[in-house]
T-cell receptor, first 111, second 109 residues
Framework: NAGVTQTPKFRVLKTGQSMTLLCAQD?????MYWYRQDPGMGLRLIHY???????AKGEVPDGYNVSRLKKQNFLLGLESAAPSQTSVYFC??????????FGQGTRLTVV | RKEVEQDPGPFNVPEGATVAFNCTYS??????FFWYRQDCRKEPKLLMS???SGNEDGRFTAQLNRASQYISLLIRDSKLSDSATYLC??????????FGQGTELSVKP
């Protein structure tokens, strides 16, 4: 049972570099989410998707882009990384008003 | 102001204590509510869903008050293993799933 898989698990970027985080789910869920977690801030929603080909902004979307070309994948892109984007990133998926399943997280450091 | 707010704590309680967490939400279109547990910055996992009639699962009781727009979690007879961060979440009809800041609980011997 893979569930939700995030890659990579760790990454160090230099300021200005770009990268893409991949989230893959094998539960045929419609809804997918990207969050960032910083100390004392809980999970803050970056972007989300309610179905293949759709995306929407969350609470803290600036500096990030997303794509949902396939139902099972949700990509999070950082075009020009900044130290303020140092965080732990979590992806989640759900079928709607039911349990959301999370990936194991990606620890990103921008130096 | 966050759509979902909760007291970040920390709550430090002795074993056997009863502890209550509250969470408020501002979006009246929110339709489903949840409590998640997170250990040591691992991924959050569902503790329980919250229903209008209230629901109980062993030592845990969740309540929803739609009129006042808050949800609560009561933990009775706290165990050392209950030490974790508890996150409330609200799902609205637009598909947005918003979490609160998380409340840290530390249960001491």
């Amino acid at each position: 049972n893979a569930g939700v898989t995030q890659t990579p698990k760790f990454r160090v970027l230099k300021t200005g570099q770009s990268m893409t985080l991949l989230c893959a789910q094998d539960m045929n869920h419609e809804y997918m989410y990207w969050y960032r977690q910083d100390p004392g801030m809980g999970l803050r929603l970056i972007h989300y998707s309610v179905g293949e080909g759709t995306t929407a902004k969350g609470e803290v979307p600036d500096g990030y882009n997303v794509s949902r070309l396939k139902k099972q994948n949700f990509l999070l892109g950082l075009e020009s990384a900044a130290p303020s984007q140092t965080s732990v990133y979590f992806c989640a998926s759900t079928n709607g008003a039911s349990e959301a399943f999370f990936g194991q997280g990606t620890r990103l450091t921008v130096v | 102001r966050k759509e979902v707010e909760q007291d970040p704590g920390p709550f430090n309680v002795p074993e056997g204590a009863t502890v209550a967490f509250n969470c408020t939400y501002s979006n009246s279109a929110s339709q489903s509510f949840f409590w998640y547990r997170q250990d040591c910055r691992k991924e959050p996992k569902l503790l329980m869903s919250v229903y209008s009639s209230g629901n109980e699962d062993g030592r845990f009781t969740a309540q929803l008050n739609r009129a006042s727009q808050y949800i609560s979690l009561l933990i009775r007879d706290s165990k050392l293993s209950d030490s974790a961060t508890y996150l409330c979440a609200a799902f609205n009809q637009g598909g947005k799933l918003i979490f609160g800041q998380g409340t840290e609980l530390s249960v001491k011997p």
